[in-house]
């Protein structure tokens, strides 16, 4: 989970002023669930229990700029995961590291599926605000602030009862 500084916040706060408000109000992440995703995979209930991360400084992740994707508007961060994957210990698969820093992002708009406004209005609005984008100088960093392990589709806090594990708080 992450927290944005204040150049951060303002550059997303831009993206929803160009941003139509039903698109908008559809298809933003919720600020809550804000994260960058270390890996996913099929893990084991045992396996996922055994995963541990050892104490440490989460980054800063500087915003570079956007994923070049059409289903989301994600933000790329040009921050090198080697420490923090180096701290996750327990895994029962291998992080390629170069992948991970290659598609290091954090999603603040998403389709959601075929409810709300029409796929075609969703990526035109996804396009403006990159087009808006294009004029920004700094995007800003977001402080990494918890590691968590979870279900896909699972809720951020675990309140909907599927797998949900706090690694780290810092």
Same mark, same amino acid.
């Given at each position: 989970?992450?927290?944005?500084?204040?150049?951060?916040?303002?550059?997303?706060?831009?993206?929803?002023?160009?941003?139509?408000?039903?698109?908008?109000?559809?298809?933003?992440?919720?600020?809550?669930?804000?994260?960058?995703?270390?890996?996913?995979?099929?893990?084991?209930?045992?396996?996922?229990?055994?995963?541990?991360?050892?104490?440490?400084?989460?980054?800063?992740?500087?915003?570079?700029?956007?994923?070049?994707?059409?289903?989301?508007?994600?933000?790329?961060?040009?921050?090198?995961?080697? %420490? *923090?994957?180096?701290?996750? =210990?327990? &895994?029962? @698969?291998? #992080? %390629? *590291?170069?992948?991970?820093? =290659?598609? &290091?992002? @954090?999603? #603040?708009?998403?389709?959601?599926?075929?409810?709300?406004?029409?796929?075609?209005?969703?990526?035109?609005?996804?396009?403006?605000?990159?087009?808006?984008?294009?004029?920004?100088?700094?995007?800003?960093?977001?402080?990494?602030?918890?590691?968590?392990?979870?279900?896909?589709?699972?809720?951020?806090?675990?309140?909907?009862?599927?797998?949900?594990?706090?690694?780290?708080?810092?």
């Amino acid at each position: 989970m992450v927290n944005p500084d204040i150049a951060c916040q303002e550059f997303i706060q831009s993206c929803s002023e160009v941003c139509a408000k039903n698109v908008h109000n559809h298809c933003l992440q919720d600020p809550e669930t804000w994260h960058f995703t270390l890996c996913v995979d099929d893990l084991s209930f045992d396996d996922a229990e055994a995963i541990e991360y050892l104490p440490g400084p989460l980054p800063n992740f500087h915003i570079t700029g956007f994923m070049d994707w059409n289903h989301v508007v994600a933000l790329k961060s040009g921050t090198d995961m080697s %420490d *923090v994957v180096s701290r996750l =210990q327990g &895994l029962s @698969m291998k #992080i %390629d *590291v170069n992948d991970l820093n =290659q598609n &290091l992002h @954090m999603t #603040i708009y998403k389709l959601r599926g075929k409810s709300g406004p029409p796929y075609n209005m969703k990526q035109i609005e996804f396009k403006r605000i990159k087009e808006m984008a294009e004029k920004v100088d700094s995007f800003g960093t977001a402080k990494g602030t918890r590691v968590i392990l979870k279900e896909i589709g699972g809720c951020y806090s675990g309140s909907d009862g599927r797998f949900y594990r706090i690694l780290y708080d810092e």
